[in-house]
């Protein structure tokens, strides 16, 4: 089958099960062992042995929904999949709404959608990429406080994911928080939806999904045609890219001149315009660590550790960021290299910081950060390589 997802972002990625989701990404595979507690785990993993005559009918439906869907005849698979529905119940039932929800998004049906995610969550089934998809279709159908209420629930349910699925509850909150903070701009709510996308960067430090996401006939993309502009936009401008913000919010409106979002564009682009960004103080403000996350932990620290260790020494920095002086409103991000020895000692610390903080202030992060932070080892105890990046600046 050929996997794809639809919420904005859209993934082709080969896994097992029928159809397989994660984090705000609908993938689809051949049958085989999903990953236990995953929303699909619950349609195709050990439990569809007690049950194989249903979940081999469901594998059927779906396998030729996905044949009609690959040749365009998005009616007919939305047919088939309506005229299954009734004879399901479970996870199964779940499956079929889930992908009838995808169809529907493809035709423009947001709305219909919206009723199809909707009945997977009444079927008590939804994990955090099932509430993301619902936002993204109440978004896409103008219900934006709707929208923020769905992606909300995804942070809650990416938060309940343990500790051995450190990467995923990260791609999941990237996600939830990235669509968040759209849905939040749009809504007028500004300093939330700035707070949710400093959020959404401390997951994906790189923007690695909007980059991806960004790139010509790649398997991440999202829908509408362009949308992703926005989120680009948005980012940029949260950082600081003033060039890079507006860039993507005048392509953005040009791929859609008649969207639906097209004004909240335009204001950022006026905004930018007429000079309404606050003007820097005199001297700027001194910059404080707006939001954090250890991207890398390699042997006896985990990384929620080390995250928990800086969480509580932030105040060693405080007097290297009493230095840096910046307009309202700015960020830049800082990474933090170390090898910490197994007692817990830093033994190298390098800082990676953008012009003009890349010297002093570099180094007065790397030598605090030497003498004052302690880390905790689990026994027994091991060296770890870690890196920490951190997203800086002022209110």
């Known amino acids: 089958m050929k ?34 507690g995953s929303f699909w785990g619950k349609v195709g993993g050990p439990a569809r042995a007690a049950n194989d005559r249903d979940t081999s009918d469901i594998a059927k439906v779906l396998e030729r929904v996905d044949g009609e869907e690959s040749a365009g005849r998005l009616d007919a698979a939305c047919a088939l999949l309506e005229r299954a529905l009734p004879r399901y119940t479970g996870a199964e039932r779940a499956a079929a709404w889930f992908r009838l929800g995808i169809v529907r998004t493809r035709q423009g049906r947001y709305r219909e959608a919206a009723t199809a995610y909707a009945a997977v969550v009444a079927d008590g089934t939804a994990d955090p990429a099932v509430y993301a998809n619902f936002a993204e279709v109440l978004m896409a159908a103008g219900r934006l406080s709707d929208a923020e209420a769905r992606y909300r629930d995804a942070i809650s349910a990416a938060g309940d994911l343990g500790a051995g699925d450190r990467r995923e509850r990260a791609h999941e909150l990237a996600l939830a928080y990235y669509g968040l903070a759209v849905a939040l701009d749009r809504d007028e709510q500004p300093l939330a939806a700035r707070e949710a996308m400093l959020r959404a960067l401390t997951n994906d430090p790189t923007a690695a999904m909007l980059k991806v996401a960004s790139t010509s006939g790649s398997d991440v993309f999202f829908v509408p045609d362009g949308e992703v502009l926005y989120y680009v936009g948005l980012a940029a401008e949260v950082e600081g890219r003033d060039g890079d913000a507006e860039a993507a919010f005048r392509e953005f409106i040009t791929r859609a001149p008649r969207g639906r979002w097209v004004r909240a564009a335009e204001a950022h682009l006026a905004k930018k315009g007429t000079g309404t960004r606050a003007a820097p103080a005199s001297g700027g403000v001194a910059a404080r660590v707006i939001g954090f996350g250890t991207v890398l932990a390699t042997g006896g620290i985990p990384a929620p550790l080390v995250d928990a260790t800086w969480r509580d020494r932030l105040t060693i920095l405080d007097e290297c960021l009493a230095e840096v002086r910046l307009p309202p409103h700015s960020t830049f991000r800082i990474a933090i290299e170390m090898d910490v020895d197994a007692r817990g000692k830093p033994t190298r610390i390098i800082v990676k910081a953008p012009a003009p903080h890349d010297e002093r202030f570099a180094h007065c992060v790397e030598s605090v950060a030497k003498q004052r932070l302690h880390f905790t080892v689990p026994s027994p105890g091991k060296a770890t390589i870690a890196r920490t990046e951190m997203v800086l600046g002022t209110p």
């Open 3 to 36: 996997p794809e997802k639809v919420v904005h972002i859209l993934v082709d990625m080969k896994r097992a099960g029928v159809v397989a989701l994660a984090t705000g990404l609908l993938v689809a595979a051949p049958a085989g062992a999903v990953p236990d």
